[in-house]
């Protein structure tokens, strides 16, 4: 009773976006005297290069210098904004967006990206109400496209969801960040063969696609194409050795070959990479109790029912380990407690359950 089924990918990318002083005499000046800037445009260029480099306390800094020179400067804001919701502060990048809003009601890209921080809090209607507002200002702005049709995704809204990244893709038919999600979106519908065709045209544009090697190897294990499965997977892994999902991901489908010595070595790998991985415990708890090894089974199903205290499978799987060490009192309040939790026991079980009930 090994959980098989793979982990797709279904991070969907949203993008947010800086704003240089406007090209002329601010900028050059801004490059000339990038190491000791004096104006409130050269404060704003040197503070993305800061952004771009992920310094975003130095980069905000850089901006707070713009702003003091010039309180009226938007494009200020709104980058300072930008660095405050890289940093996770998502209430003082609201109020930067919502102060270059005051000063510039038709910063296109301001709406964008206070859009992208209420998605970032998980309040995809608000951000959706964002991106319609940059899209009535600018109705071919293809990030807003973009950005709506992901959240429309994380909202549940499939269908618009689509619609967003076929338009975004009408705008721009070389954007691979559009196919990915949109694959995405078409492995929420279950529809393997266009998501397929997204994942491909991804990788054709951006063949270091991490995500899409990984989503595209799960659909081919789902389909029982296991060699294309572990192809894609080991490239995912040699471009990010560290996306624990892609372990996991492998290690399924080297169980299901037979191969448990190498399923293992994945999801120790996924478990060293993300101690919290609960599917992996009970996977890796799985096949322990395979090879006969039930106490460290049992092990990885109590850190898998620690992580998860609704985990049913856990519960049941744990039980069978018990009862084959001979703990039957164990193994019969773990199968209570399974099927309390809605799980269907297996007949057989069922009967030994019954057996240990009227032998208590």
Known sequence: MIRNKSIFSLMLIIFIWLFY????????????????????E??????????????YEQAIIDYDQALELNPEYAIAYSNRGVAYNALGNYKQAIADQDQ???????????????????????????????????LTLAPDDI????????????????????ADFDQALELDPEFAETYYNRGVVF??????????????QALELDPEHVGAYNNRGTIYSEIDNFEQALADYDQALELDPEFAETY???????????NFEQALADYDQALELDPKFTDAYYNRGTIYGRLGNYEQSISDYDQALVLNPEFAEAYNNRGIAYYLLG??????SDWNQAEALGYDLDPLIQDTRDDLQVGN
């Not at 900028?27 to 409130?40: L, N, R």
């Not at 050269?42 to 310094?55: H, P, Q, S, V, W």
């Not at 990030?143 to 689509?162: C, H, M, S, V």
């Open 21 to 40: 002083a406007p090209v002329g005499i601010g900028i050059v000046f801004a490059q000339e005297t990038a190491d000791d800037p004096v104006t409130a």
């Open 42 to 55: 050269a404060f704003n260029d040197r503070g993305i290069t800061y952004y771009d480099i992920r310094d």
């Open 100 to 134: 270059a809003l005051i000063l510039d009601p038709e910063f296109v890209d301001a709406y964008v990206n206070r859009g992208v921080t209420y998605h970032a809090m998980g309040d995809y209607k608000q951000a959706i109400a964002d991106y319609d507002q940059a």
């Open 143 to 162: 990030e807003a496209y973009y950005n709506r049709g992901t959240a429309y995704a994380l909202f549940g809204d499939f269908e618009q969801a689509l």
């Open 187 to 200: 492995v929420m519908f279950g529809d393997y063969e266009q998501a397929l065709a997204d994942f491909d």
């Open 248 to 258: 996991f991901n492998r290690g399924v489908v080297y169980n299901v070959l037979g």
């Open 327 to 332: 703990d039957t009192e164990a193994a019969l």
